[in-house]
């Protein structure tokens, strides 16, 4: 069976403009649009109440919306009985009144029917400091990678991977904000997650660019890298595959609770993947890496002491 080799870094002009278009758009619509966030952000009021049988989501909204709450967020949580309703705060109100007024409108439409389960009330405080340490998280996180790459391959691998990870994190966020999808806890969590997912991809590909440095005797940077990526392009795929078939089942048949969730992970998945083969190993390229900078150094005195134990 004849062995498919692609020629990846002869098209990684084009991918490095593709991938500049894709976070200019994506930072144009951050600074202009910004991101939806969540109550765990913005502060508010979480409420979920039960049925007795299965209920419209569409009948729920449109009694909310005639009280006054139109820009309630109302999604099933674990079954068609069960509603979870998210409100933004009010000024005129406080989280007493908001719950208590949700409550008798839902009464009024479905006598009953309907009870209340919880109601939890998040504050604007506490919304600054998950800001705040989500993105302090992030940092670190980055910091910590760069370190550890360059501690285990040379620098300019460090920073190839920090830009592929910068990369991925822009374009997930940019499709967030492009589409007004919810930004929450989770989706935070799931965004940290592609930070792990995607270097785990890096580290592969460029252990196996490391070793065909030092093995291949004859070919220029670009071969090398090229045949490295190729040696790799199966275990990349079966993985990536294999995830983004899990996520899909998930973002789908999940539920309303974490489509936020699987569909960060999803779109992370699926740049994190192309980033691994282009953004990652594009760039070390760009940065001048050659055989001389990834051979093991010599130990002073080592050629004296092999002269010495040549009998």
Same mark, same amino acid.
């Given at each position: 069976?004849?062995?498919?080799?692609?020629?990846?870094?002869?098209?990684?002009?084009?991918? +490095?403009?593709?991938?500049?278009?894709? %976070?200019?758009?994506?930072? /144009?619509?951050?600074?202009?649009?910004?991101?939806?966030?969540?109550?765990?952000?913005?502060?508010?009021?979480?409420?979920? +109440?039960?049925? *007795?049988?299965?209920?419209?989501?569409?009948? /729920?909204?449109?009694?909310?919306?005639?009280?006054?709450?139109?820009?309630?967020?109302?999604?099933?949580?674990?079954?068609?009985?069960?509603?979870?309703?998210?409100?933004?705060? !009010?000024?005129?109100?406080? *989280?007493?009144?908001?719950?208590?007024?949700?409550?008798?409108?839902?009464?009024?439409?479905?006598?009953?029917?309907?009870?209340?389960?919880?109601?939890?009330?998040?504050?604007?405080?506490?919304?600054?400091?998950?800001?705040?340490?989500?993105?302090?998280?992030?940092?670190?996180?980055?910091?910590?990678?760069?370190?550890? +790459? @360059?501690?285990?391959?040379?620098?300019?691998?460090? $920073?190839?991977?920090?830009?592929?990870?910068?990369? *991925? $994190?822009?374009?997930?966020?940019?499709?967030?904000?492009?589409?007004?999808?919810?930004?929450?806890?989770?989706?935070? @969590?799931?965004?940290?997650? /592609?930070?792990?997912?995607?270097?785990?991809?890096?580290?592969?590909?460029?252990?196996?660019? !490391?070793?065909?440095?030092?093995?291949? !005797?004859?070919?220029?940077?670009?071969?090398?890298?090229?045949?490295?990526?190729?040696?790799?392009?199966?275990?990349?795929?079966?993985?990536?595959?294999?995830? %983004?078939? /899990?996520?899909?089942?998930?973002?789908?048949?999940?539920?309303e609770i974490i489509h936020g969730f699987a569909l960060a992970l999803l779109v992370g998945v699926i740049v994190g993947t192309y980033?691994?083969?282009?953004? @990652?190993?594009?760039? %070390?390229?760009?940065?001048?890496?050659?055989?001389?900078?990834?051979?093991?150094?010599?130990?002073?005195?080592? *050629?004296?002491?092999?002269?010495?134990?040549?009998?």
């Amino acid at each position: 069976m004849k062995k498919i080799t692609l020629d990846f870094m002869g098209k990684r002009r084009f991918a +490095v403009a593709f991938s500049l278009v894709l %976070i200019g758009i994506s930072l /144009v619509s951050l600074f202009t649009r910004g991101l939806e966030l969540g109550i765990d952000f913005t502060g508010g009021t979480l409420i979920e +109440v039960g049925y *007795d049988a299965p209920v419209e989501l569409r009948g /729920v909204r449109d009694t909310l919306d005639a009280a006054g709450f139109d820009d309630a967020i109302v999604q099933h949580f674990g079954s068609s009985t069960d509603v979870l309703i998210r409100l933004a705060p !009010r000024e005129s109100m406080n *989280d007493t009144e908001v719950s208590t007024q949700v409550l008798r409108a839902l009464h009024q439409a479905y006598p009953d029917e309907v009870e209340m389960r919880r109601v939890e009330f998040v504050g604007p405080q506490v919304g600054e400091e998950l800001t705040e340490d989500g993105g302090l998280a992030m940092i670190w996180a980055l910091a910590g990678i760069l370190i550890y +790459v @360059a501690f285990r391959f040379e620098w300019r691998f460090a $920073v190839g991977s920090v830009l592929a990870l910068i990369h *991925d $994190v822009v374009i997930t966020l940019g499709i967030f904000s492009i589409f007004k999808f919810e930004f929450n806890l989770t989706v935070l @969590a799931a965004i940290l997650a /592609v930070i792990g997912y995607s270097l785990n991809d890096t580290i592969v590909v460029y252990d196996r660019i !490391r070793e065909n440095f030092r093995k291949m !005797r004859k070919g220029t940077s670009e071969m090398i890298v090229n045949t490295s990526l190729n040696h790799t392009l199966s275990r990349t795929l079966v993985t990536s595959l294999t995830t %983004i078939l /899990v996520l899909a089942t998930l973002f789908v048949l999940g539920g309303e609770i974490i489509h936020g969730f699987a569909l960060a992970l999803l779109v992370g998945v699926i740049v994190g993947t192309y980033s691994s083969i282009y953004v @990652a190993s594009s760039s %070390i390229l760009m940065m001048g890496i050659s055989k001389e900078d990834l051979m093991p150094v010599k130990k002073e005195g080592e *050629d004296q002491d092999d002269l010495l134990e040549t009998p």
